[in-house]
Nanobody, 124 residues
Framework: QVQLVESGGGLVQAGNSLRLSCAAS????????MGWFRRAPGKEREFVGF????????YYADSVKGRFAISRDNVKNMIYVQMNSLKPEDTAVYYC?????????????????WGQGTQVTVSS
């Protein structure tokens, strides 16, 4: 049974940092690209970034580039996103997603499994 469980969300002031985690199980983790997406109130789910299966390459949306960093631990089956210099517009539910393919994608439909999400709220 595939499981993706996000944690680490919460309320934080603008300018501060937060680290989200996602615990994965039930599929070939190290051969799967992993992505982070988010959905802000009243908006569609949007791409945040991905990391390829080996962990050697990451790619980010322009809106978070230079502020967010994705990493993974293929021994613990975990991925993380370190979010720095948070802005109120980063407020959203954040989801991790797994793609049963080692190469990442920006497209929601390319991901096979999704977590339930964790809320991040950034106050001004």
């Amino acid at each position: 049974q595939v499981q993706l469980v996000e944690s680490g969300g919460g309320l934080v002031q603008a300018g501060n940092s937060l680290r989200l985690s996602c615990a994965a199980s039930g599929f070939g983790f190290s051969s799967s690209a992993m992505g982070w997406f988010r959905r802000a109130p009243g908006k569609e789910r949007e791409f945040v970034g991905f990391i390829v299966g080996s962990g050697a390459y990451t790619y980010y949306a322009d809106s978070v580039k230079g502020r967010f960093a994705i990493s993974r631990d293929n021994v613990k089956n975990m991925i993380y996103v370190q979010m720095n210099s948070l802005k109120p517009e980063d407020t959203a539910v954040y989801y991790c997603a797994a793609r049963t393919n080692p190469y990442g994608s920006m497209r929601t439909n390319d991901y096979n499994y999704w977590g339930q999400g964790t809320q991040v709220t950034v106050s001004s």
